[in-house]
C-alpha cells in the first residue's frame, strides 16, 4: 500500500497526540512528512522527538505536498492555511470547527476543495452522532427540493448543551470580564449557535461543527453552563425530526494542557485518517 503524506499544524497537547499517533500508530498508511506551529522551537522539539520535520512557515509545509493536513492550532490556523492547502490538492481536516461559522470562509474552502480535489473534513472531535445529524440533514434539504421546509407535527430541532467549569470558560468575549463563580453552577448563555461562537470562539467548536452538520448555525440552540463541581466536559446533541428523536450526551475529562479541549478531539482525527485509509469504512 502506498503510503499518504499528512502535515500537522499545531504542536501542543492536540497536536502532538495526533504527530506520535500518526508516527506510531498509523505508519502502514499514511506518512508524517512535518508539523508546524506558531512557535518555530515547539515545532522542532515535536519534531525531533518523531524524527520528522519542522516547517519554519506555511510555505515550506505545503511544498512537502501532503495529501492531507490536520489543524490543531485554532481558529486563526484554519483562516490563514487551509485556503491554499486545499487549492493545492490537499485535503484539510478541521478542528477548531468555529471557524467555520465565518460564512464567507466556509464558501471560500468550499470552492477551494472543489478547484484543488480535496476535501474539507469538519472532524467529530469530543462528540458524535455527526452520521445521524447529516441523515437528518440530507432528509431537510430533500424536502425542500421538493418545494417544502418540514413535515407536519415533524420539525427539524436542534439542540446542544455544554457544561463546564469555569476555569475553562474565564476570559470568553461574552463574559465580558466577568470571573465566573468557583460555587455556583449557572446557566450563563442560551441563543444560536451563531450567537454562541461570537461571544465563546475558544468554547464551543462542538456547537458549531454539530450545527453544520444539521440544521445550521442560525437553526440549532445552544446553551452553556458553568459547573464548578464538574471535572468533565459534557456535550448533548438533542436532535428532533421527521419522526426521529435522538438525545446523544458525552462527557469526556479535559486534557490536562488544555482544559478547554479533550484528548478524544485528537483520537477522532487519527480514526479519521484510519478510515480513510480503509478499505471498508464506517459513517
Not at 19 to 28: H, M, N
Not at 162 to 191: C, M, Q, T, W
Not at 256 to 279: D, I, K, M
Amino acid at each position: 500500500m502506498k503510503r499518504r503524506k499528512v502535515a500537522v499544524i499545531g504542536c501542543g497537547a492536540l497536536g502532538s497526540l495526533i504527530a506520535a499517533g500518526i508516527v506510531q500508530d498509523l505508519s502502514e498508511s499514511w506518512m508524517l512528512c512535518g508539523v508546524l506551529a506558531k512557535s518555530v522551537q515547539s515545532a522542532e522539539r515535536l519534531a525531533s522527538g518523531l524524527g520528522v520535520r519542522a516547517f519554519a512557515h506555511g510555505d515550506e509545509l505545503l511544498e512537502a505536498r501532503p495529501d492531507m493536513v490536520v489543524e490543531a492550532a485554532g481558529g486563526e490556523a484554519v483562516r490563514r492555511y487551509a485556503e491554499e492547502a486545499l487549492l493545492r490538492g490537499a485535503s484539510f481536516a478541521v478542528l477548531s470547527a468555529g471557524a467555520l461559522a465565518d460564512g464567507a470562509l466556509a464558501l471560500r474552502l468550499r470552492r477551494a476543495a472543489e478547484r484543488g480535489g480535496g476535501a474539507l473534513y469538519v472532524v467529530s472531535g469530543a462528540v458524535g452522532g455527526f452520521d445521524l445529524l447529516q441523515a437528518l440533514s440530507f432528509r431537510q434539504r430533500q424536502l425542500e427540493r421538493a418545494g417544502r421546509r418540514s413535515l407536519p407535527g415533524q420539525e427539524f430541532h436542534v439542540r446542544v448543551d455544554n457544561v463546564k467549569a469555569p476555569g475553562s470558560l474565564n476570559g470568553a468575549p461574552y463574559l465580558e470580564g466577568r470571573p465566573l463563580p468557583e460555587d455556583v453552577r449557572e446557566e450563563i448563555f442560551r441563543g444560536s449557535a451563531a450567537q454562541a461562537i461570537a461571544g465563546f470562539p475558544k468554547n464551543v467548536n462542538v456547537a458549531v461543527a454539530a450545527a453544520l452538520a444539521s440544521s445550521g448555525l442560525d437553526e440549532a440552540m445552544v446553551s452553556i453552563v458553568s459547573d464548578p463541581g464538574v471535572s468533565e466536559n459534557t456535550h448533548r446533541i438533542l436532535v428532533e425530526g421527521f419522526g426521529v428523536r435522538a438525545d446523544m450526551t458525552f462527557a469526556s475529562l479535559p486534557d490536562a494542557e488544555n482544559p478547554r479541549s479533550s484528548t478524544l478531539s485528537a483520537w477522532s482525527v487519527l480514526a479519521l485518517l484510519e478510515n480513510l485509509a480503509s478499505p471498508v469504512r464506517f459513517f
